[in-house]
C-alpha cells in the first residue's frame, strides 16, 4: 500500500485453487435392444455425482427406452460441473409383439388336416412345431396345441395364445356275416361290430344289421359315422 511517499510491506499471499472437473466416461451393457427390454447405463472417472442427460443420477442407472435415445453425463464436485460425456446411442428395435393366431378347425378327424393362421406380425411367425409363415397346414395324428411368436430382426416376442386342435379317431369296425357260403337265394344276415355311430352299407341300407339275399357272389362293405369321422370296413 503506497500512501505519499510511504510504502508498505507485501501482504500475506492468498492462493486460488481452481478445480477442474473431468467429464465422466459412459457405457451401455447394450446399444440395440429390443422395444421393452432393458439397458444399463454406467459412469466412471466421477468422484462426485453423476447427472444423466434424462435427469437420473447415479453412478448406474436402469432404463428401457421407448424409441432410439442420446444419452451424455457430467460429473458434479461441490459446485463445480464437468463438460459433457462423449454420446451414447441406444438404439430401439421394433416392436414385438405376440401374433392372434387361429385354425380352421379345432375338432378334426385322424388324418384330416388344419390351417394355422396368425396375424398380427410384421416380422416372421415362427410356430411352435417349427415351421414358419403366416399361414401353415398341418395333420395331428393325436390332439395337439400349438403357439406362435413374431420376430423381427434379433427381437423375439412372447408366445402368442394357445391354440389345440382335437383329433378324433374314427372306430375301427368289422362285418360278420351269418354265413359266407350259400348255394343261392338263401338269406345271409351281416353285422357290423365295433360302431357306436350310424352304420351305412353300400346296398344304401342304413343300421348295424343287413339281411340279404344275394343269388351270386357278392362283397358287401359298410362304412361307420361317429360325428364327423368315418371309418369303413369289407
Known sequence: CKIGECLSGNSNPVTVVVNKVSAPVIAASATTICSGNKVTLTATG???????????????????????????????????????????????????????????????CKGSTVSLTATGCTGTVTWSNGSTGNAITVSPSATATYTATCSSGTCVSPASSP????????????????????????????????????????????????????????????????????????
Open 46 to 108: 466421477c468422484a462426485g455425482t453423476v447427472a444423466w442427460s434424462n435427469g437420473m443420477t447415479g453412478s448406474s442407472i436402469e432404463i428401457t427406452p421407448s424409441a432410439t435415445a442420446t444419452y451424455t453425463a457430467i460429473c458434479k464436485v461441490v459446485d463445480c460441473e464437468s463438460d459433457k460425456s462423449s454420446a451414447i446411442t441406444i438404439t430401439v428395435g421394433g416392436s414385438t409383439t405376440a401374433p392372434t393366431i387361429a385354425a380352421s378347425s379345432t375338432s378334426i
Open 163 to 234: 391354440i389345440t386342435v382335437t383329433v378324433t379317431e374314427g372306430a375301427t369296425i368289422t362285418i360278420t356275416a351269418s354265413k359266407e357260403a350259400t348255394c343261392g337265394g338263401e338269406a345271409v344276415t351281416l353285422t357290423v361290430v365295433g360302431c357306436s355311430g350310424t352304420v351305412t352299407w353300400n346296398t344304401g341300407a342304413t343300421g348295424a344289421t343287413l339281411s340279404v339275399t344275394p343269388t351270386a357272389t357278392t362283397t358287401y362293405t359298410a362304412s361307420c359315422a361317429m360325428g364327423t369321422c368315418t371309418s369303413s370296413a369289407t
